[in-house]
């Protein structure tokens, strides 16, 4: 006989077509957000995306790369969002304050949410000991709280490594969601080993630029066209449902001059529906539904 196949055991198997309904703020049924990655890099050693192959360390060809996102990048997407008046869940390494402070303290000026992403995206989180997992996140959180006023709520693991026991960790570190599973188009309650409440709140991997620019090597107008097709579509399925919309974005790659045009063109799209959608933060909506579940 086959034997039976391993779950996680961190939820039920529930359709989409049979959950209770609700409604975001003022009665909106699609909610938006932007996930801004800004990370820092190991020079001359761990991981990093690629532009090209990798050449033997020090790969100055890729780090210089990826370091054009947090000198210029990041500067140039932040004036499109203040132009536009969005709000972001700005995904952060801790290494940022360490290298270029001034970043992280733009984000804090804007009222912007900081969600905890590691120290560095130079290495996975999933290869670290409970002890070692258990410090990460505990000194992410504190490091955050301490330099910027604000205690992370959220997370993102680095390259969305995981171990087996990183959801139990989140919840007792006091993280309230994570971004790591991209397994709904709603938030999902996770079960933990000590009953404290851990919301799954969608990511994308497929409305992401590190997959579809560099795997799938779509550039910058194929991307915009993508936001804006997945959007129509979500926007017309949230009218039987609520439902949440991720933008992963990373400055190094959508602060390119050619593609922050077409990135223009896609948020100008999105926030012409703005009477109908809440452009909102991972937290927000975390607290909107964490609320609900009280209630029900």
């Keep these: 006989m086959p034997r ?4 996680h055991g961190r939820y039920a198997y529930s359709p989409i077509t049979r ?17 801004f990655n800004v990370e820092h890099f190991d020079f001359g050693q761990g991981l990093g ?12 060809l890729n780090y210089s790369w990826r370091d054009y996102g947090n000198r210029v990048g990041v500067w140039r997407c932040l004036e499109l969002f203040e132009a536009l008046k969005v709000p972001l869940g700005a995904l952060i390494n801790t290494a940022l304050y360490d290298d270029c402070p001034e970043v992280v303290e733009a984000f804090v000026k804007r009222g912007d ?9 130079s290495e996975r989180q999933g290869t670290l000991s409970e002890a070692d997992e258990r410090a990460l996140l505990a000194y992410c959180r504190s490091r955050i709280a301490r330099e910027s006023g ?26 309230r969601y994570t971004l790591n599973w991209c397994h709904d188009d709603q938030p999902v309650r996770f079960e933990t080993r000590s009953g404290k409440t851990l919301w799954s709140i969608p990511y994308p991997q497929e409305l992401n630029d590190i997959p579809m620019i560099v795997a799938r090597q779509m550039d910058g107008r194929d991307f915009a066209d993508m936001i804006v097709d997945n959007f129509d579509e979500m926007l017309a399925q949230s009218e039987s449902q609520p439902l949440v919309m ?23 799209h ?8 809440w452009v909102t933060t991972p937290g927000a909506i975390c607290a909107h539904v964490d609320a609900l579940d009280r209630v029900r």
Excluded: C, F
Excluded at 113 to 121: R, T
Excluded at 271 to 277: E, K, N
């Design 113 to 121: 949410e900081l969600i905890g992403h590691g120290h560095s995206n």
């Design 4 to 7: 039976a196949l391993k779950g």
């Design 150 to 175: 604000q205690t992370p709520q959220g997370w993102l693991s680095p390259w969305i490594s995981e171990s087996l026991l990183t959801p139990d960790l989140l919840a007792e570190a006091g993280y």
């Design 246 to 268: 991720g933008i992963a974005l990373h400055p190094y790659l959508v602060g390119q001059p050619y593609r922050l045009r077409h990135l223009r063109r896609a948020l100008t």
């Design 270 to 277: 999105v926030l012409s529906q703005a009477r109908r959608v």
């Design 19 to 35: 959950r209770m309904d609700y409604a975001w703020p003022e009665g909106k049924r699609l909610a938006v957000y932007l996930g």
């Design 49 to 60: 995306a690629a532009l090209g192959p990798k050449s033997p360390e020090p790969d100055v």
